[in-house]
């Protein structure tokens, strides 16, 4: 099997080995989950309990705020403490459902039981879905159920499962597809069912050979599946750079994957959705990879939602005492943390501990000398150069009139590359969020 791949893009160093070959661990139930209200791209939940309420393990206590916007479900037995502002990792305080956990309960699952998905209609299995409180576990943590509703007029002709993991370091959908293949291929089922695709491609980096075959070998006769070995490249794992290498369709500016009658799904969510229409299991846990130099024990385990990151690092053995940053996320996009108290969210795909060494601080800063880098880099095909050039000058209008802003999705790739260490990245997204806030505030003052 040859690797194929997208244009462009950078070749940071991998740094997997410190958690590849180790298994996922169960953590003891922490004594206190704090779940956020807002930990998904959307309007935030809507709170269905009060302080002094007796909650079980997936249990429903918030329901969805729209549609785009998912429920919540308590990820241990316990009582509700208190409904409150506290610290999350987008750095805000943010309105949680904080539940203190019973030490005296089994923490066995509420309503545990099979799912006769075989007979239900794709609309049911859609809802399902959605009150499964189901978000992108790679990281972006939109609402699956918005992902997989396929618009009148629209046909998806491929399933699309994203088990590159590009970002150094994490190695949680490797290790999911090493051991949870089974979840996966009922996974794809449903969704496969769902949006009435004909066929389901598995696009797997060959940095994950051993993923790769052991999906291979395990693919159902019956299921119209395919792995497809991706050569090892950031940010491969991005929706349009993935549709691009697994199935040559380019994603025009401004459209989706389904433009090209393609759905795209992380392989963690696609095990999740498995394992919902397996046993009834909500959104309540993750597996999150928790690496780096800066951690004692590297290890990857599966964590109630809410989980205090304090928690897990005593959990690892604590930091060494060089560590300098703590990531949720890679270090190409990844959000740096400040304070320990913040709970793992459905989105955090794994904890990363750098040391000065290795962590992107403030870097002394010289004039651009035009050596066309970033544009090699640029998997979108921007011009970083004259973006950054614009940036510095706050012309963000010319930005996004004549160099398609909005086009870029972060990936940092720029940045990577830049030898006079412009931090192109952090501009745009500075340039990116000036101009949303003046799209909102035309948009309010119209209505
Ligand atoms: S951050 Fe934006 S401009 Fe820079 S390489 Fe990525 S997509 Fe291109
Ligand atoms: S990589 Fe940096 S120095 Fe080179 S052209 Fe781009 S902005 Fe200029």
Known sequence: MSAK??????????????????????????????????????APSVALVKAGDRVYRGQLIAKAGGFVSVPLHAS??????????????????????????????????????????????????????????????????FPTHVKLSVPEGKHVQYFLVNGCECEPYLTTDHRIMLDWADAIFLGIRIIQKLLGA???????????WDAIRGLQDRVPADLPCELVPLETKYPQGAEKMLVTAVL???IPSGKLPLDAQVVVQNVGT????????????????????????GIKQPSTLLVPVGTALQEILDYCGGITEDASQILFGGPMMGTPQYDLRVPVTKGVSGIVCLTSKQAAGPRQEYACIRCASCLDACPVFLNPTQLGALARMGRYDEMLENYHLMDCMECGSCSYVCPSNIPLVQRFRVAKGVIREEMARKKNNAA
Do not use: C, Y
């Open 76 to 141: 241990v037995t316990g009582k509700v403490k208190a409904i409150e502002l506290r610290h999350h990792p987008s750095g805000r305080m943010v309105e949680s459902i904080v539940i203190a956990t019973d030490p005296s309960s089994p923490q066995t699952l509420h309503n545990e039981e099979p799912v006769d998905w075989e007979s239900m209609p794709a609309e049911q299995l859609l809802t399902m879905v959605k009150e499964g409180g189901f978000v992108g576990l790679g990281g972006a943590a």
């Open 198 to 208: 004909e066929k389901t491609f598995i696009g797997v980096e060959t940095n994950k």
């Open 248 to 250: 040559q369709r380019e």
């Open 270 to 293: 696609v095990a999740g959705i498995g394992e919902l229409f397996s046993f009834g299991q909500p959104l309540i846990e993750r597996v999150i990879t928790v690496t780096g130099p």
């Open 5 to 42: 791949t997208f244009r462009h893009g950078v070749h940071p160093p991998e740094n997997k080995g410190l958690t590849e070959g180790r298994l996922i661990e169960r953590i003891p139930m922490p004594a206190e989950v704090v779940l956020p209200l807002s930990q998904h791209l959307g």
